[in-house]
C-alpha cells in the first residue's frame, strides 16, 4: 500500500520512537526499538537489525507492526501511526545496505557496527494510534 503524507510526516519527525513487535514461529512475541526505521518509498520501510530477537523472529515470520509515536502528546492527543509490515527481502550486504548503514553511524557512531541486517518490508496497513475511523 502507498502510504498517506500524514505518516510520511510522522516517519520523517526527529525524535519519534518506533517500536517493533515481532513473533516466531510460534507466535512468541517481541517487542523492541529501533531508531533506524524509515520509509525507502511510498509502501517500503527499512530498519537495520543485529543479530537479536527481532531477526530471528522475522527469520521464522515474515510479518510484524511498528508503532510510530510522536513525544509530546499523550492519552488521546497521541500522534502517530501503527504500519502492519511484511519482509520483502533481507540483505546482508551491498549498495543500499552500506548507505543505511552509513546514515546511522553518522548518528550513533560505533554502536552501528553491531547492525548487520537491513530489512525491507512491504507496508500492509497503516492506522493510526488511536483508532476511532479517522484513517492516517
Not at 62 to 74: E, R, S
Not at 94 to 101: A, C, D, L, R, S
Amino acid at each position: 500500500m502507498k502510504v498517506s503524507d500524514t505518516v510520511k510526516g510522522y516517519l520523517q519527525t526527529e525524535g519519534r520512537s518506533n517500536v517493533l513487535a515481532t513473533t516466531d514461529s510460534e507466535g512468541r512475541v517481541n517487542v523492541a526499538t529501533f531508531g533506524s526505521f524509515h520509509l525507502a518509498d511510498d509502501s517500503t520501510a527499512i530498519v537495520m537489525l543485529g543479530d537479536n530477537r527481532s531477526y530471528e523472529n522475522l527469520q521464522e515470520n515474515p510479518f510484524a507492526a511498528c508503532m510510530v509515536t510522536l513525544h509530546g502528546k499523550t492519552g488521546l492527543a497521541a500522534q502517530g501511526c501503527r504500519l502492519y509490515l511484511k519482509v520483502r527481502s533481507i540483505e546482508d550486504s551491498g549498495e543500499t545496505w552500506e548507505e543505511v548503514k552509513g546514515m546511522v553511524k553518522a548518528r550513533i557512531g560505533d554502536a552501528a557496527e553491531m547492525l548487520k541486517h537491513l530489512v525491507r518490508f512491504d507496508i500492509m496497513e497503516a492506522r493510526p494510534i488511536l483508532d476511532f475511523g479517522q484513517g492516517v
